[in-house]
Nanobody, 115 residues
Framework: QVHLVESGGGLVRAGGSLRLSCAAS????????MGWYRQAPGKQRELVAM???????NYADSVKGRFTMSRDSAKNTAYLQMNSLKPEDTAVYYC?????????WGRGTQVTVSS
């Protein structure tokens, strides 16, 4: 079992920055890839970014060049640095981790970007 806690969300004006954190605890020895999804009102959940245990990253086209995902294995924490935020980035952001054959989810953190 892996427990995830997200933090760092909030309200920011367009063009601003936020850094989301996702701290993992529990059966962390089995953790592999981590990532972030987001879900805006009335829309499906979409993958924003992910990072493998080896540090390979992948991003949604809509955030490439603006968002950067990183991982601190010593702290069992993943980060999502979000720059040049746009109103369309407004959503609840959910962290996930793949551990063995199970995907665990955090409860989400709200990001609101005002125009």
């Amino acid at each position: 079992q892996v427990h995830l806690v997200e933090s760092g969300g909030g309200l920011v004006r367009a063009g601003g920055s936020l850094r989301l954190s996702c701290a993992a605890s529990g059966s962390i020895f089995s953790m592999n890839a981590m990532g972030w999804y987001r879900q805006a009102p009335g829309k499906q959940r979409e993958l924003v970014a992910m990072i493998t245990g080896g540090g390979y990253t992948n991003y949604a086209d809509s955030v490439k060049g603006r968002f950067t995902m990183s991982r601190d294995s010593a702290k069992n924490t993943a980060y999502l640095q979000m720059n040049s935020l746009k109103p369309e980035d407004t959503a609840v952001y959910y962290c996930y981790v793949d551990a063995s054959t199970v995907r665990y989810w955090g409860r989400g953190t709200q990001v609101t970007v005002s125009s």
